[in-house]
């Protein structure tokens, strides 16, 4: 006989009708063991279960519906179900766990911060040191801002052996005061992983970008060079090395590494401009030359003549009149095949040879302009006095000019080889030539694997990493402020997906509603307003709340389709977020006795480091938010502080609604205390505030008279509630609130 859902649901009903609640609970798992899917169906049966005292059974229940929601990325409600199983089952580690990856997910940093601490403090007490040393790494990437936590994290590593986690801790904590710009403290941290990991390269990447930024590259160069001795083969640690002798100017040592680094990889060889360019930075253009005509021909065949034209040009710059700058200039425009400014080419360098007595050079340069130009007799005419065309270069096949820089690109017009057979320009020979001025040096053409025979390429020996690095404590920085990201503006397709994620949650919020779980409703609300910022939709469902609160029935617009609702457990207090305190009379408040004493000091010191973020000298985003986190847990006392500091850092003229928050939360804590005295002093100094706008200073003066009426002032609230119905007769239901007054009053 098939299952009838409808029949098997009534039935359910019914029995909860009459009380039967055993009954029921047998009804509803029927339901949901022929449709598991069920997850409405699977909550109501936790919630009997809850109200009969089976608690396993009912985890059971909300754990599946939990975990669901998880899986299909739904954190808020997934958040919702969690939170009654930790009311539930309070302390329970798996679950503090996920609730605090759950916020972690959202940005909602305090509330993770909580919770991983909550699983911190029991791995301590169980002795599971490493394990909670994992809890902090993750508190750590809450806030990458604050270096404190992250070093003491990487002590506790290194006081458990876990020194590759240590150092790597030590180096991220480094990197992120470098992006502060406090180098000092950047180094003596990096310093503090080196100690551990001396050829780490992200480690020796910070030190080297922090002295780069100090100006010291040279410090730098001295400790990755002692890196690299003691590991040669590290190609990554090599070019580390030479980019550290750029930075530090020193081009005699980044030559002689950059050439090891190609003598491995060829591909490599243009690093060498780099070289070049700060040779002539040093103004040593001879030497810059150098380096430029050993790598020439590889540019030209790789077809860099672009780029080698440039550091020709820059080199040029430097010093117009150099004839090996010139020759180099000379055979890049005939390879490209650029008749006009090869012409141009030779014509500078015909005259740089004449002026510096380098007959070879002029002669060769005037050859070529006569075959090209021979029109230009007074070319004719010079080269005639040098004694005629030189053999060679008139023996030279010329190319096949095409418009000017316009390189060739067919195979018919691949350059050659070898210099000599297509520039004319003749290898030097092993002895001096005569014809060369005093200082000139014979222009070869070297490649790159043969460049290292020009010079020492081994980078200085005597080099050593110098230690004795020491950290002091850094104090932390205070809590970010967030929500930067809501203030850029969303997109079509942004606002298309949270509208639809705003409208998913807000179906559970009356789900909650109509189950009588008003503290998740809230709890989902405050979430959806923090993540999508303030909507009519949840407005809607906060004075639905705050009417249920008053004990009024919900209009028949506003009555929730199920048919039933069951109350909620009442909220177990939450475990204490870290350490348990001590008897009075200890002193200093806290107890460390089962605690592994190399964490409980990590934990005491994070402790300290934490009360000092959210002293008076913090900012009011850290307090503002920290008060919600506080309050969303029923800490009233905690979040009353957290709030009082607030409003203490903003003003109620400071052109923000911060002031009018800050008055209206504090009111509703002093409520939530049984103390609605001082919850009437700060609605109405809310109301007092400026730039407040009709429709808070409505919600105001409707939580001023439900205050007046807690308080037993019953007047001054008829007064205020009289006043509302005068405005809008059907705000928050103020008709039927003005009536139960007027009968309580009569």
């Known amino acids: 006989m098939a299952f009838d859902k409808a029949k098997t649901l009534r039935a359910a009903e019914r029995y909860l009708e009459t009380g039967k609640i055993p009954a029921a609970i047998k009804e509803y798992s029927r339901i949901v063991e022929s449709e598991p899917e069920d997850f409405t169906t699977l909550n109501i049966l936790g919630d009997l279960q809850v109200r009969t005292g089976n608690q396993a059974a009912a985890i059971s229940c909300f754990r599946r519906i939990a975990e669901h929601y998880r899986d299909q990325d739904f954190a808020l409600k997934a958040i919702a179900m969690f939170r009654k199983i930790d009311r539930l089952q309070p302390g329970n580690i798996e679950i503090a766990t996920h609730l605090a990856d759950l916020y972690a997910q959202q940005d909602l940093v305090i509330e993770a911060r909580a919770h991983y601490l909550i699983v911190a403090n029991a791995h301590a007490k169980a002795g599971a040191t490493q394990d909670g040393l994992e809890v902090l790494r993750k508190i750590a990437d809450l806030d990458p801002q604050n270096t404190e936590v992250r070093v003491k994290l990487a002590e506790g590593y290194l006081h458990e052996g876990m020194s590759k986690e240590a150092a790597a801790s030590f180096t991220e904590a480094g990197h992120n005061l470098l992006g502060r710009g406090l180098l000092d403290e950047a180094l003596e941290v990096f310093g503090r992983a080196l100690?551990?990991?001396?050829?780490?390269?992200?480690?020796?990447?910070?030190?080297?970008?922090?002295?780069?930024?100090?100006?010291?590259?040279?410090?730098?160069?001295?400790?990755?060079?002692?890196?690299?001795?003691?590991?040669?083969?590290?190609?990554?640690?090599?070019?580390?090395?030479?980019?550290?002798?750029?930075?530090?100017?020193?081009?005699?040592?980044?030559?002689?590494?950059?050439?090891?680094?190609?003598?491995?990889?060829?591909?490599?060889?243009?690093?060498?401009?780099?070289?070049?360019?700060?040779?002539?930075?040093?103004?040593?253009?001879?030497?810059?030359?150098?380096?430029?005509?050993?790598?020439?021909?590889?540019?030209?065949?790789?077809?860099?003549?672009?780029?080698?034209?440039?550091?020709?040009?820059?080199?040029?710059?430097?010093?117009?009149?150099?004839?090996?700058?010139?020759?180099?200039?000379?055979?890049?425009?005939?390879?490209?095949?650029?008749?006009?400014?090869?012409?141009?080419?030779?014509?500078?360098?015909?005259?740089?040879?004449?002026?510096?007595?380098?007959?070879?050079?002029?002669?060769?340069?005037?050859?070529?302009?006569?075959?090209?130009?021979?029109?230009?007799?007074?070319?004719?005419?010079?080269?005639?006095?040098?004694?005629?065309?030189?053999?060679?270069?008139?023996?030279?096949?010329?190319?096949?000019?095409?418009?000017?820089?316009?390189?060739?690109?067919?195979?018919?017009?691949?350059?050659?080889?070898?210099?000599?057979?297509?520039?004319?320009?003749?290898?030097?020979?092993?002895?001096?030539?005569?014809?060369?001025?005093?200082?000139?040096?014979?222009?070869?053409?070297?490649?790159?694997?043969?460049?290292?025979?020009?010079?020492?390429?081994?980078?200085?020996?005597?080099?050593?990493?110098?230690?004795?690095?020491?950290?002091?404590?850094?104090?932390?920085?205070?809590?970010?402020?967030?929500?930067?990201?809501?203030?850029?503006?969303?997109?079509?397709?942004?606002?298309?997906?949270?509208?639809?994620?705003?409208?998913?949650?807000?179906?559970?919020?009356?789900?909650?509603?109509?189950?009588?779980?008003?503290?998740?409703?809230?709890?989902?609300?405050?979430?959806?307003?923090?993540?999508?910022?303030?909507?009519?939709?949840?407005?809607?469902?906060?004075?639905?709340?705050?009417?249920?609160?008053?004990?009024?029935?919900?209009?028949?617009?506003?009555?929730?389709?199920?048919?039933?609702?069951?109350?909620?457990?009442?909220p177990e207090p939450p475990p204490a977020v870290i350490i348990a305190k001590t008897p009075a009379g200890n002193g200093n408040g806290m107890s460390t006795q089962t605690i592994d004493p190399g964490l409980a000091e990590i934990f005491e010191e994070y402790r300290v480091s934490a009360e000092a973020e959210t002293s008076g000298n913090g900012d009011y985003e850290t307090h503002y938010n920290l008060g919600l986190a506080y309050q969303e847990m029923d800490l009233f006392e905690e979040a009353l502080e957290e709030f009082q500091i607030a409003i203490g850092l903003c003003g109620a003229d400071d052109g923000t609604t911060r002031y009018l928050q800050c008055c209206n939360l504090l009111g509703h804590c002093f409520m939530q205390k049984g103390v609605p005295q001082l919850a009437v002093k700060w609605f109405i100094q809310g109301l007092g505030a400026p730039n407040t706008s009709d429709d808070e200073r409505q919600a105001l003066r409707f939580d001023l008279a439900a205050a007046y009426e807690r308080a037993g002032d019953l007047d001054r609230a008829k007064d205020l509630f009289t006043e509302i119905y005068g405005v809008n007769v059907s705000y928050r239901g103020v008709n039927e609130r003005l009536k139960a007054l007027e009968m309580r009053m009569a």
């Open 195 to 570: 100690e551990i990991e001396p050829a780490d390269r992200e480690t020796l990447k910070g030190v080297l970008d922090t002295h780069v930024a100090r100006g010291t590259a040279y410090e730098a160069a001295e400790i990755v060079a002692s890196a690299s001795r003691e590991h040669p083969e590290d190609a990554d640690l090599m070019a580390m090395l030479a980019r550290a002798y750029l930075e530090a100017e020193d081009p005699e040592q980044a030559e002689g590494v950059i050439l090891s680094l190609i003598a491995n990889d060829g591909t490599l060889y243009l690093r060498l401009i780099e070289v070049a360019r700060l040779y002539v930075q040093t103004d040593q253009i001879g030497e810059a030359v150098r380096v430029v005509a050993g790598i020439s021909e590889q540019m030209l065949a790789e077809r860099e003549d672009t780029q080698l034209l440039e550091i020709v040009d820059e080199l040029l710059a430097s010093d117009s009149d150099n004839v090996q700058a010139l020759r180099l200039l000379v055979r890049a425009h005939w390879w490209q095949r650029d008749m006009e400014n090869l012409k141009a080419a030779l014509e500078r360098l015909a005259e740089a040879a004449q002026a510096a007595g380098l007959e070879k050079d002029e002669r060769y340069a005037l050859t070529q302009l006569t075959r090209l130009s021979p029109e230009l007799t007074h070319h004719v005419e010079r080269l005639d006095e040098l004694g005629g065309a030189e053999e060679d270069a008139a023996a030279e096949v010329l190319p096949e000019f095409e418009p000017a820089s316009a390189p060739a690109e067919s195979a018919d017009h691949e350059p050659a080889s070898d210099y000599e057979a297509t520039s004319g320009f003749e290898a030097a020979p092993d002895v001096e030539d005569p014809s060369l001025a005093d200082g000139e040096t014979e222009f070869e053409w070297n490649s790159v694997a043969d460049m290292a025979d020009l010079r020492n390429e081994a980078p200085a020996d005597d080099m050593h990493l110098e230690r004795g690095f020491t950290f002091e404590a850094v104090v932390a920085e205070e809590l970010a402020a967030s929500g930067d990201e809501a203030l850029a503006e969303p997109n079509a397709e942004d606002e298309d997906r949270h509208a639809m994620i705003r409208a998913q949650e807000l179906e559970s919020v009356d789900f909650y509603i109509a189950q009588g779980y008003s503290d998740i409703a809230v709890d989902t609300l405050d979430l959806l307003e923090r993540q999508f910022g303030k909507h009519e939709d949840i407005q809607r469902r906060r004075e639905k709340l705050n009417r249920l609160a008053a004990g009024e029935s919900l209009p028949a617009a506003d009555e929730p389709t199920f048919e039933f609702s069951i109350p909620a457990p009442a």
